[in-house]
């Protein structure tokens, strides 16, 4: 591994330490949110710095999110999280939410996964090679990718957690930039999804 790779690693683990800390101890919004559209229901108020708890009953997950974020739903249980989600869904920045029910290995899942990605994105770069750490109670695996989709670049941050030997994946999508906003609730939804009854 060349001293730019870690050099990426180490930033990347910073952001994720960082903006755990920082809604864990400086966020002190109330907010309440309500559940967005598709099959969801509504967000329950959390007392917890502004976040809201949202239980899915398609996957049968609970995790953590802003209460100003909204959620939507598709028919292949996919969960999106974003301030900007309508009836046509989920737009940009956003955060999807995947279980992968063939997979039990977070680094065989995020390997399958770039194979698909370089399928769909002929100008795919990896901008950060597979790394570890950990949010929480969970090991963590992660890596990023820039491409172009509609004649914007697309910053896509994936993250695969083992939970009750399940494989979820938690991604990220923004236009031109990489946020310290969305890695934050991407690291906040890491560290309390469970499944529900667990």
């Known amino acids: 591994m060349n001293k730019g790779n870690i050099k990426y690693i180490l930033i ?4 994720i330490v960082a903006g755990f800390l920082f809604f864990n101890q400086n966020n002190n919004n ?3 949110g309500t559940g967005g559209t598709g099959t969801g229901q ?3 108020p959390s007392t917890d710095y502004g976040y809201t708890v949202y239980n899915d009953p398609y996957l049968g997950i609970s995790f953590e999110m802003p209460g100003t974020y909204k959620v939507a739903t598709d028919k292949e249980g996919y969960i999106y999280v974003g301030r900007n989600i309508d009836s046509q869904g989920a ?3 956003y955060i999807i939410i995947g279980r992968y029910d063939k997979y039990t290995s977070e680094v065989q899942f995020l390997n399958d996964f770039t194979t698909y990605m370089k399928k769909q994105y002929s100008d795919l770069k990896v901008t950060i090679d597979l790394l570890s750490g950990t949010i929480g109670n ?3 695996y992660g890596l990023a990718y820039n ?4 004649g914007h670049l697309v910053v896509d941050n994936r993250y695969a957690i083992l939970v009750n030997g ?3 994946m938690v991604g990220s999508k923004e236009e031109n930039t990489n946020s310290t906003e969305i890695n934050n609730v991407v690291t906040h939804i890491l560290s309390t999804l469970t499944e529900r009854g667990s």
């Open 12 to 15: 990347i683990l910073a952001i």
């Open 30 to 32: 109330t907010g309440t």
């Open 42 to 44: 509504p967000t329950t």
């Open 91 to 93: 737009l940009i920045p």
């Open 138 to 140: 969970k090991t963590v």
């Open 147 to 150: 491409y172009t989709s509609s």
């Open 166 to 168: 399940k494989v979820y």
